[in-house]
């Protein structure tokens, strides 16, 4: 698979309280903040830190090697992606637990005691996942959501979600209207921090490795649910979550990636019909709309790279191809 990492091949050490796989990509300072958020969040539980590093080109694996000794280092020759790089942490984990957290992230307070003691509690739980805030506290609707439907895809086709009052409203409706300062069931929670038993993840063989980018969480805990498990959200444990650092740095590419696979989650989950109507209404509905939009904000900012990009992702979605 293009990975190098000599833990791979030991013998197999003894089982610890929680694995916590990291994949990242070019976020060294991030990388380590995460890093430090675990360790100090773990101390009063057997810990095991897998990093999966995806060919960085900032130092990210050196800084592992160098400050974080004692973690499991993966680190591939080429751009796994994140489902098969959680996917190889995850083989590589010996806990009882395991956490799949972003390198962006730094979780707060005692809220990965909160969500171990959750599962501990309930066996009927298979999947948890924290309140996810902003740097200003603000909570990201993503962490506790419903799943993808047509209808909200309309939405964001037509850009009515950029409608004042009512379009932000309605799109919080369908994505997540669930109350944000409860735990509580959900139908899905966001991959940027979500923590499960490793018999749940072995049952279902971790993340399809046939999405890109985007919808592999979504499916995992569709999956999770199919085995008659529950998925909660834990409003009291928090995680500060910076999101798309990683993203920003091929953000076509992503989006591109994002679009295909999503267009893969409707098909597998709702049929081939339904996929259809998905690709079509964003081909030909969102794309000419992201196009016009696009315009109208690089005569006004005098800024061509708008245009640009736009056209970049407007044409990979409709040839359908990821490029680059």
């Known amino acids: ?8 091949n030991e013998p197999e050490p003894p ?21 430090e958020s675990v360790a100090r969040a773990a101390r009063a539980r057997s810990l095991q830190i897998v990093v999966v590093d995806n060919a960085s080109t900032d130092g990210s694996a050196d800084l592992v090697r160098n400050e974080f000794p004692d973690a499991t280092l993966i680190a591939s020759t080429i751009n796994l992606g994140f489902a098969k790089g959680n996917n190889l942490g995850l083989g590589a984990s010996r806990g009882r637990y395991v956490f799949f957290l972003n390198p962006d992230t730094e979780i707060l307070g005692d809220a990965l005691d909160q969500l171990i003691s959750l599962l501990e509690r309930d066996e009927s739980v298979g999947l948890v996942g924290p309140r996810l805030v902003e740097p200003d506290g603000t909570v990201q609707p993503v962490c506790a959501r419903t799943l993808p439907t047509l209808r909200l895809t309309l939405l964001h086709s037509l850009y009515l979600h950029r409608v004042p009052f009512v379009g932000p409203a309605l799109e919080r409706r369908l994505i997540a209207p669930y109350d944000l300062e409860q ?5 899905a929670i966001s991959g940027a921090a979500m923590l499960a038993p490793k018999t749940v993840l072995e049952e279902i063989a971790g993340f399809d490795e046939v999405f890109l980018h985007t919808a592999e969480d979504i499916d995992l805990c569709v999956r999770v649910r199919q085995r008659g498990l529950r998925i909660v959200y834990v409003a009291e444990a928090r995680v500060l979550h910076l999101g798309g650092r990683s993203r920003e740095q091929a953000a076509v590419r992503a989006q ?6 999503t267009f893969e989650y409707f098909k597998r989950t709702h049929g081939p019909l339904q996929a259809a109507v998905y690709r079509l209404s964003v081909q030909w509905i969102e794309m000419p709309l992201l196009l016009v939009v696009g315009f109208g904000k690089a005569v006004l900012r005098r800024d061509s790279g708008v245009i640009r990009d736009r056209y970049r992702l407007a044409t990979a979605i409709w040839s359908w191809r990821v490029d680059g």
């Open 1 to 8: 698979m293009g990975t190098t990492g000599s833990a791979l």
């Open 183 to 187: 735990t509580q069931d959900v139908d």
């Open 256 to 261: 591109a990636m994002g679009v295909i696979s």
């Open 15 to 35: 089982t610890v309280d929680i694995s916590v796989v990291v994949v990242s990509w070019n976020v060294r300072e991030l990388l380590r903040r995460c890093l």
